[in-house]
């Protein structure tokens, strides 16, 4: 059985004095319980990446960014690579996220570029995909997805795709208090490995992590995270405060 996947999405939030007091607090928890039945990721905002990989360093925690370009260098005012992220050593790095698609236009065309960006830097891929509240009413969830994972996932090779992490993250759950079920999760997980499947292969389906978002809690990470489908969560609100994000981190180990 895979350890569980759980990355904190600190969104737009904290600034580096905060950033450094939450990861310094996380390492001690992690080092007190000899943390070692899930994998820990951490996805401060740009300007605190560094800071909280200096509190982190040697640790079982991982660092993530919430986003990158796809560029390597050049005249792109405000944006950050691939090889910045390595230097202030990033493993992870959220794509596509909802907020991402809505807010700033990203397609899945463009989320593919840095798919790729991301892969060709060596640094794990989080790929965001899940439909938005009317493909949810219109019952066109599998269809959204199928689009989502045909097009960002387009050019990545067997080896690649390895390095992976596919979160399934309902965008009407994302920050609402409204998360779907786990009967919902599981069918929709396993949907998207038995497009894996035909995509790749079948070892690939299997072996790929496929993690949940969208209103995790301490209340409800246990059950909607227990499914042997679900490798993990990315847990947005709820990982804020680090003692919420502890509860959830301590459920994950229940589920043994
Ligand atoms: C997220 O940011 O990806 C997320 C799932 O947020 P929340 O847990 O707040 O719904």
């Not at 969830?141 to 989502?148: L, S």
Request: proline letters at 3%; charged letters at 25%; glycine letters at 8%.
């Amino acid at each position: 059985m895979t350890k569980k996947l759980l990355v904190a999405n600190w969104k737009m939030n904290k600034g580096v004095v905060q950033s450094q007091q939450y990861a310094e607090d996380l390492r001690l928890y992690v080092e007190k319980t000899r943390l070692s039945h899930c994998e820990i990721v951490i996805c401060p905002p740009f300007t605190s990446l560094e800071a909280v990989q200096r509190k982190i360093n040697g640790s079982a925690i991982s660092l993530g960014a919430q986003n990158v370009f796809y560029e390597s260098s050049g005249a792109y005012t405000g944006e950050i690579s691939t090889g910045m992220l390595k230097s202030c050593g990033c493993e992870y790095v959220i794509t596509g996220h909802s907020e991402r698609r809505s807010h700033f236009n990203e397609t899945n065309l463009i989320i593919n570029k840095k798919l790729m960006a991301v892969i060709d830097e060596g640094l794990k891929p989080i790929l965001c995909i899940g439909e938005t509240l009317q493909e949810h009413e219109d019952k066109i969830t599998e269809a959204v997805i199928e689009e989502q994972l045909h097009i960002c996932l387009a050019h990545i090779d067997e080896e690649a795709v390895k390095n992976i992490v596919i979160a399934y993250e309902p965008v009407w759950a994302i920050g609402t208090g409204k998360n779907a079920t786990p009967h919902q999760i599981e069918n929709t997980h396993n949907f998207i490995r038995k497009k894996i499947k035909k995509m790749f292969n079948e070892e690939i389906s299997r072996s790929l992590r496929i993690i949940y978002g969208g209103s995790i809690t301490p209340e409800n990470s246990r059950d909607l995270l227990s499914p042997e489908t679900v490798n993990g969560g990315l847990v947005g609100g709820s990982s804020l405060e680090i003692d919420s994000f502890i509860k959830i981190i301590e459920s994950v180990k229940l589920n043994k």
